[in-house]
């Protein structure tokens, strides 16, 4: 195989990975991911919300683990309300909501539609929490938006590094850039 061909393989798979990392993750699924078990009611408890999370990558992004309460911290903050409250009602949303089978891979339309769930999200929290429907959605939304910036500003500052470092060349990371923002690859706009 040539070099050449080699490279284009790498960037590709390091591409994917990087992509799969930054990963498309979402307000709605971050609420409608079931809490693991194992988890103590101490931790959910205390959201670490005294520095932002860095969203890009990390396992914990999902709004699980650590900075895992920035949601519900962010949310009560926009909905003036109180954040315990917030939390109990995604950790509601989410009991009600865990799926009754596993995901099937590779099967079309085995993904729940997202605007089914982003409308479901808001009535219930809006209903749990006393707020106004229209402020939940809004606030949602700007809050993935947010997200979804941090995620492109951590992919531009990993590219770039790469760059530099000479692991990549500059049109390789534009064209990562590029696959992301046009959704061939997670990370990007949904």
Same mark, same amino acid.
Request: charged share 25%; no cysteine; aromatic share 0%.
């Given at each position: 195989m040539s070099k050449t061909k080699r490279i284009t393989l790498g960037v590709a798979a390091g591409a994917l990975a990087l992509g799969a990392g930054l990963g498309a993750t979402s307000i709605a699924t971050a609420a409608t991911t079931p809490t693991p078990s194992a988890t103590?009611? /101490?931790?959910? /408890? #205390?959201?670490? #919300? =005294?520095?932002p999370p860095d969203r890009g990558g990390r396992p914990g992004a999902h709004g699980h683990g650590p900075g895992g309460g920035q949601i519900a911290a962010e949310l009560a903050t926009k909905l003036g309300v109180d954040e315990a409250k917030v939390t109990e009602a995604l950790k509601a949303f989410r009991e009600a909501n865990k799926p009754t089978t596993p995901p099937t891979e590779g099967m079309e339309g085995s993904k729940p %539609?997202?605007? /089914?769930? %982003? /409308? =479901?999200l808001a009535k219930s929290l809006a209903e749990a929490l006393g707020v106004d429907e229209a402020k939940v959605t809004s606030a949602l939304e700007e809050i993935r938006a947010t997200a979804q910036e941090e995620r492109a500003a951590a992919l531009k500052t990993k590219l770039d590094k790469a760059v530099t470092d000479g692991k990549l060349t500059q049109a390789e990371a534009d064209a990562v850039t590029k696959a992301v923002e046009a959704g061939v690859i997670g990370g990007g706009g949904r």
């Open positions: 103590s009611s /101490a931790d959910s /408890a #205390t959201p670490d #919300t =005294a520095t %539609d997202r605007t /089914a769930q %982003d /409308a =479901a």
